[in-house]
């Protein structure tokens, strides 16, 4: 049986506990392990940046498996974003190691009195000294603690973090990004600068399961609906998503951009220079990329689509090399290329609104200095206009006031991600509900969007084929709740989403077979469940930090300026245009939910969940 860790920085107390296998029945792990340490723990009285607040790291059951794709982990607290809860998940091999060292999470509480690091190997851990490690960047901390214990996985945070910016990241294998929500931040807040994990323990797994796990790697390795990212990694969608509107530019000004051709698929692997895969992963879609002449000459892994929207035609910048760079930038710093990018994106326009103006910055559109400079001064919180943004779109248009809330894409105070709320409707509402904020990857509802036809067919046989219009507000609350519950189920379990939701190459059948191989008896809808367990349970975590119907909303933009789509990615006559109607597509999904008008889940559905 593995266990939980629980290290107190105040105290440099360490104590190893059994993981409840009840809580694991009922929660899966990972994700729905510490969705549940945090309700129990974390009350609305404790302050995100308080050393009250919870620290856990978690990884699932099939993290390191041998199961395609177990390669993720969680890291959970009480967001400084958004007051309430949050988490981010990163893959790499850091989660895997976690699992091998023999632990489902590890918890940190309280503030350490200098910079620390936490030491794992097996089953030793201590804190010891890092005061030599503040202030050096994310990829000078990994190696110099690769360096000095050989064989550990490393997560660390950066600059941003140590200065606690509200959307810092925690980086792990160099440029792998627990990104979303702020966690960089409250690692900060405890001036843990660093975890380095060591695992060396064979896991002893049931033959019927590794076989099972065996097959299932081919399966995926050769699966069709994966062929794009195994072509491209996810720049391949780049293309797809100007075609249809779907490509935010402009801080969601438009929703297609001319250059996009810069920066797709085939003009990332142009620059590549190889293939990474996470531990387990036959897919291998992530690439390493290089810039070799110039100002920003740099080699970096990625990047992703999310932080090619958020650097690119967010900020409408068309140069691919200062993109990679900024990319560099944001993961050594150790900052959510995502929100970095709509944070740059909302100053822009508010300068281009007269609302804005800045001394050191021209605040252009698509000035590559105001790109990379504003990284820099964000991360080290210096000048006003980097302390200023270095709160995020919410904090920083509540501070300037008057107009500029207006301009601040984000839901819960976090920026949202890289989908066009008026033509990608499901992700819209998803962005809107999500419980840790403005979030693709809560739902990830490719189901319409993407077209998965066969999926579809099995999930929804009496909606098919109208499930698949995503262009339309009805139905789509239908895909988001499955959605929301399979996502639940894969990150609890420690899985790529890229095998799951984003594809369905795994279906929920698939992972209920992986758990009944390893002595866990369940079926596919007792899996789902489970999920529908996690969401309802972090739900009650917001509802008793004062979060409600108030906060399912969406910017302005959205729902009043309609989407003018044209052909020939933003060239050509306009096709069509759009608006989303969130009011409707969130009724239905409070009601098909069981929850009441507020938003809040109605006694009998926490009864039927055991969460009374």
Known sequence: MAKTLLIDLSTRRIEARHTDREILRKYLGGRGYAARLLADNVGPEIGALAPENWLIFSAGVLAGSGWPAGSRYCVSAKSPATGAYGYAHSGGHFGPALQLAGYDALVFRGRADRPVYLLVHDERAEVRDASDLWGRDTHETELTLIDRHPGAAVASIGIAGENQVLYASI????????????????????????????????????????????????????????????????????????????????????????????????????????????????????????????????????????????????????????????????????????????????????????????????????????????????????????????????????????????????????????????????????????NRGADHLYGLPTLDLAGWKDAAKKLF???????????????????????????????????????????????PEDFAAALTAMGEPIGPADLLLAGERIINLERMFNVAHGLDVAEDVLPERFTREAAVVAADGGRGEVKHTSLCDLESMRTDYYRIRGWDDRGVPRAEKLRELGLA
């Open 461 to 507: 046989p009496d909606l098919y084929p109208e499930i698949l219009d995503y262009s339309k507000e009805r139905l789509r609350a239908n895909v988001l709740v499955f959605s929301e519950h399979y996502c639940a189920v894969v990150d609890a379990l420690g899985v790529c989403k890229f095998t799951a939701n984003e594809t369905f190459a795994l279906m």
């Open 171 to 434: 980086m792990n294998d160099l440029n792998r990004a627990a990104g979303r929500s702020g966690m960089g931040a409250v690692m900060g807040s405890k001036n843990l600068k660093a975890l380095a994990v060591i695992g060396t323990r064979p896991r002893e797994l049931p033959r019927a399961f590794l076989d099972l796990a065996r097959r299932q790697v081919s399966f995926v390795g050769g699966h069709g609906n994966l062929g794009l990212l195994r072509k491209y990694g996810t720049p391949g969608i780049v293309g797809p998503k100007n075609v249809i509107g779907d490509l935010p530019a402009k801080n969601h000004q438009l929703v297609q951009f001319p250059d996009a051709d810069r920066m797709d698929g085939e003009a990332v692997r142009a620059v590549s220079v190889r293939k990474l895969a996470c531990y387990g992963c036959p897919v291998a879609c992530s690439r390493v990329t290089r810039v070799d002449d110039g100002l920003y000459r740099c080699l970096l892994e990625g990047p992703e689509y999310e932080t090619i929207d958020s650097l690119g035609p967010m900020v409408w910048n068309s140069r691919l090399d200062v993109l990679i760079y900024a990319n560099l930038l944001c993961n050594r710093y150790g900052l959510d290329t995502i929100s970095t990018g709509v944070v740059i994106a909302f100053a822009m326009e508010l300068k281009q609104r007269g609302l804005l103006s800045d001394d050191e910055f021209s605040l252009e559109w698509g000035d590559p200095d105001t790109i990379i400079g504003l990284i820099k001064a964000i991360a080290e919180k210096r000048g006003g206009l980097g302390r200023l943004l270095a709160q995020g779109v919410k904090g920083a248009a509540e501070e300037l006031g008057g107009e500029a809330a207006r301009y601040a894409m984000h839901v819960k105070g976090v920026e949202l991600p890289r989908q066009e709320p008026r033509i990608a409707k499901t992700f819209g509402l998803g962005h809107a509900v999500a």
